[in-house]
């Protein structure tokens, strides 16, 4: 079986052919061009998916909240203009007759995770991914946790400030405002007045200026916040955390030193890791699922 997995973020579509093994072969990325909107969007999906041959299934992993039974958008924020209500899957069937799967994108990177990566054996866990926001997943008994309307896990919309910055939700004083990765560079570049992004941030030349240290380690507390409330809620044996910046041994490790001081003694047993996967485990998380339609 050929099925070619897509990972769609806010900046690029990553793609690769994966087989019966779950093996992944001929990767490939292109600019997401998210402001053309989600039609546009689609149909860029589509011309890719005409370059192969031989293509029996397609599966997608993509930003905004997603019913992935009929594989609809059932809302993003503006983002990818004119994503919501987009039915990709009835789209994608129809121009290339090939069955299709699409899942949101930090549900995909959990199942990936749980098959193949930092949480394979585990019946219960949380994953969250730090990027340009922040996104959730509840992985409860063997399988995913969605919700009403498959909307769980907007970790990243919790209020940790309120009356605080306005988010690209309408919301104030939302998690990702102040942890997500975006968060990170806007405040070291605010502070610093330089034009910095996460990679550079890490350098050894601006990591170890105490401006940016300094701009750092806040971050890592507003991470540790949002971290704090949701075992308090959920009381998770694992949490899997993912996104480009869980690469930077800095900040697992901080996290890891801190967060243990500030819970109560019997939430303390919960594991905090990183994501074994990185980038393949939508990939993976999605193939996994299209292979059984």
Known sequence: MRILTFDIGGTSIKYAICDENFTLTERNSTPTNAHL????????????????????????STTGQVDSENGIVVYSTGAIPYYTGMMVKKIIENKTGIPTYVENDVNAFAMGEA????????????????????????????????????????????????????????????????ASTNA?????????????????????????????RSCIDLWIDEMIIGLINII??????????GGGIMNEDYVIDLIDRKIYNQLMDNFKDVNIVRSRLGNDAALLGVAVEASKL
């Open 37 to 60: 909107g989600g039609q546009q969007l689609v149909l860029k999906l589509i011309s890719i998916i005409e370059s192969y041959d031989n293509i029996d299934r397609v599966a997608i």
């Open 115 to 178: 098959m193949f990566g930092a949480a394979k054996g585990k019946s219960d866990f949380l994953a969250l991914t730090y990027g340009g926001g922040i996104g959730g997943a509840l992985y409860l008994n063997n399988k995913l946790y969605k919700g009403m309307g498959s909307s769980a896990g907007e970790f990243g919309h919790m209020i940790t400030h309120a009356g605080g910055k306005q988010c690209v939700c309408g919301g104030e004083g939302c998690y990702e405002c102040y």
């Open 184 to 212: 990170l560079v806007e405040s070291v570049n605010k502070k610093n007045h330089t034009k910095l992004d996460a990679f550079d941030i890490f350098k050894k030349e601006n990591f170890e200026k105490p401006e940016i």
């Open 232 to 241: 308090y809620v959920f009381n998770p044996p694992l949490i899997v955390l």
